[in-house]
């Protein structure tokens, strides 16, 4: 008798809510095109890339996917989209599109060229109107739909392309690639989470993290009308928004926008900036502990409070504690040697790299990928490897990873929910070599799909 088995793209299927053919053609689509997606993918100074086009291009397949665009379609393109317009970008990129003629799909190429608009942070009442009908509503609700499916997408691309599982598990689309067309695939995966987050708020890359600053009631502090004004102004990183050289043109900026109170925002937001991912490490515990044994409680907040060595040691704890096996490389013996292995069955081993400051400071671009000389010169190129950063990562950092293949970075507070997971037994070891081993900034947000247990949260 034949035992059906479900593979983890399939699970991530299901997962996703995406229609079955949705998924089949957003990964024939990844397959057919992922060398010239890849080559879109900014790689430092050997290339700028041209996230744009890639942008662009992913909200095309998306749009033109069974989801939109079939007799089964589950999401509609408002009509006024189909308009017969000059569109200069979707002539400009018509070669990597997902459907060619283009013009049979006018209406998912002009919606995608509005949204193009939206991302560069264009105020909505601009937007409405570009064609007939089309109102704030319309395309709120297409950025939240494409927002779905490429979250569904992530998820599935990130099963699909996991170098540790057979051939005949991966999706049609996939079992003729290539490891090294595999790897490229995979570098997608990033790309495509940043797009999901720019779709829901309507920003460029370097101001998203302004919209996990909080007030008191729980509303983002920053509109959005602020963090385009900020940026623009080149107030909108991290370390620009708090230095206190940028003080009278903060103010500046927020007074041309008609803020009456335009000091007490200032020192509103530079407050917050300051306290921010303290404030956001310190609601991540909160949560953690409520579902944690009084016996296993002290771990995690160990985790947390500690810098340098004993840091290291907390970390060790609670490996031990749910059984995960790892090696102590840097022993003191080999200098640059890298932090720790981690080792899976049936997995790749994973190379580990702790990386502390003190008080609010956050590990900058250099340390996070410090890892990948120190794997290279001890001879383990050839491991997935990852900087655990306490206590967190400066958010200008991730976009400039997005081309490692083989480098993933994750905050204390997020590997400190994956820990959670396991202790809890709603999650084992192959679920978190799955989680841990994608390239980019690695999220519990995404920890949902590698855990069995309906009782956990989904966005922590």
């Not at 024939?28 to 993918?41: H, K, N, V």
């Not at 070669?95 to 939206?118: G, K």
């Not at 953690?288 to 970390?315: C, V």
Request: net charge negative.
């Amino acid at each position: 008798m034949k035992k059906l088995h479900a593979t983890e793209t399939g699970r991530q299927v299901a997962f996703s809510g995406l229609l079955p053919e949705t998924a089949h053609y957003l990964l024939q689509y990844l397959a057919d095109q992922g060398s010239a997606l890849r080559e879109m993918i900014p790689d430092g100074e050997r290339s700028t890339g041209d996230i744009s086009r890639l942008d662009y291009c992913l909200i095309n397949a998306s749009l033109t996917s069974p989801e939109f665009s079939s007799r089964q379609r589950t999401r509609i393109i408002h009509h006024g989209f189909g308009e017969a317009t000059q569109n200069d970008l979707v002539e400009a990129y018509a070669d990597t599109l997902a459907e060619q003629p283009w013009q049979a799909y006018r209406s998912a190429a002009n919606s995608s060229s509005l949204l193009m608009h939206w991302l560069d942070g264009v105020p909505v009442n601009l937007l409405e109107d570009q064609f007939p009908n089309v109102r704030a509503g319309s395309i709120m609700g297409l950025c939240r739909d494409l927002t779905w499916v490429l979250s569904g997408l992530s998820n599935i691309l990130a099963a699909a392309s996991n170098p540790s599982q057979s051939k005949g598990e991966r999706p049609q689309a996939f079992r003729l690639l290539s490891p090294q067309a595999l790897t490229d695939l995979r570098l997608l995966i990033s790309p495509i989470r940043q797009l999901q987050w720019r779709l829901d708020v309507g920003l460029p890359t370097a101001a998203l993290w302004m919209t996990e600053l909080r007030a008191e009631s729980g509303e983002r502090a920053i509109s959005r009308v602020e963090a385009i004004a900020l940026h623009k102004m080149g107030l909108g990183t991290f370390e620009s928004l708090r230095l206190r050289s940028n003080w009278h043109q903060l103010v500046d900026t927020l007074k041309a926008l008609d803020a009456h109170n335009a000091n007490d925002k200032a020192i509103e937001f530079q407050r917050l900036a300051n306290a921010w991912h303290d404030t956001v490490r310190q609601r991540r515990l909160a949560q953690q502990l409520t579902r944690l044994s009084d016996e296993d409680k002290p771990l995690i907040e160990g985790f947390y409070n500690h810098r340098e060595k004993g840091f290291e040691s907390a970390f060790e704890a609670l490996l031990e504690r749910a059984g995960i096996a790892y090696e102590l490389f840097d022993t003191g013996q080999k200098p640059g040697a890298f932090d720790y292995i981690l080792h899976f069955d049936g997995r790749p081993s994973i190379v580990v790299e702790c990386k502390t400051k003190q008080g609010n400071n956050l590990v900058d671009l250099n340390a996070a990928r410090v890892v990948l000389s120190s794997s290279e010169q001890f001879g383990h190129q050839d491991l997935f490897c990852v900087t655990l950063c306490q206590p967190g990562i400066d958010p200008n950092v991730p976009e400039q990873l997005q081309s490692c293949a083989r480098l993933g970075v994750v905050e204390t507070h997020d590997l400190a929910e994956a820990f959670v997971r396991l202790l809890r037994r709603t999650m084992d070891a192959h679920a978190l070599y799955d989680w841990l081993s994608q390239p980019g900034q690695i999220k519990a947000e995404t920890l949902f799909v590698h855990t069995r247990a309906a009782a956990e949260p989904e966005a922590p």
